[in-house]
Structures are given as structure tokens and as C-alpha cells.
């Protein structure tokens, strides 16, 4: 395994313990304002599918994306199942795919101007 292929496996796999962490604790987090939970899941999302997307370079991207959508809602949806204190909500689970569309924007950007 390639030395920048390695680092970004590394970061993927921060970035489902954060989230996953994030998810499913047993307390939601501190609102700083309005909807600022709806921002936390889309930055979380686009930052998990954007990292998975580099650590996963070998999987077809007709394949990865969609999966990390269904991941997405799941997780949403898990939360609310897993934890008693929490509730699983439609506009979490949009804000989640809507991080993993986000990601996968900057992805096809980045390699329109890669291959210019």
C-alpha cells in the first residue's frame, strides 16, 4: 500500500470513529444555533464520504456513492434504535446525504481539473 494511500485509509478510519461516536452517544450535542445540528451531520457526511472516496480509490465510484447514501440514512436511522435517549429524524438523514453529495461535488471537481 502506497504511503498517501495508507494516510488516507488512516483518516477514513477516524472519520467513522468520530462520526459513529457523534451518532450514536447517548447525548445529543450542544445547538450553537439554529440547526446547527443539521450542519454538523452534513460536514460530518461530506467529510466521511470525501475521505472513504480517497481510501477507497479502487471501488467504482457507481458503487461507492450510492452505498455511502444508504450508510448515511442507515446511521440516522440506527441512531434511533440503539439509543434510547435519542430519535432518528428525516432532516438528520437529509443533511447526512446531503454531505454525501457535497462530497461527492467536490470529488468530481477535483478530478475535472485534475484531468483538465
Known amino acids: 500500500m502506497r504511503t498517501s494511500q495508507a494516510f488516507f485509509t488512516g483518516l477514513f478510519f ?10 450514536f452517544r447517548a447525548t445529543p450535542p450542544q445547538e450553537l444555533f439554529q440547526q446547527s445540528d443539521k450542519v454538523a451531520h452534513l460536514l460530518a457526511f461530506a467529510g466521511l464520504a ?25 446511521m440516522e436511522y440506527a441512531q434511533g434504535i440503539f439509543q434510547i435517549s435519542r430519535y432518528s429524524s428525516v432532516e438528520d438523514a437529509m443533511a447526512n446525504v ?19
Request: glycine share 12%.
Open 14 to 23: 477516524c472519520c467513522i470513529a468520530v462520526v459513529s461516536w457523534g451518532i
Open 50 to 74: 470525501f475521505t472513504g472516496r480517497l481510501a477507497l480509490v479502487n471501488i467504482n465510484g457507481y458503487l461507492y456513492w450510492p452505498a455511502m447514501a444508504v450508510i448515511a440514512m442507515a
Open 98 to 116: 446531503t454531505g454525501v453529495l457535497l462530497a461527492l461535488l467536490v470529488c468530481g471537481v477535483g478530478r475535472k481539473v485534475r484531468n483538465g
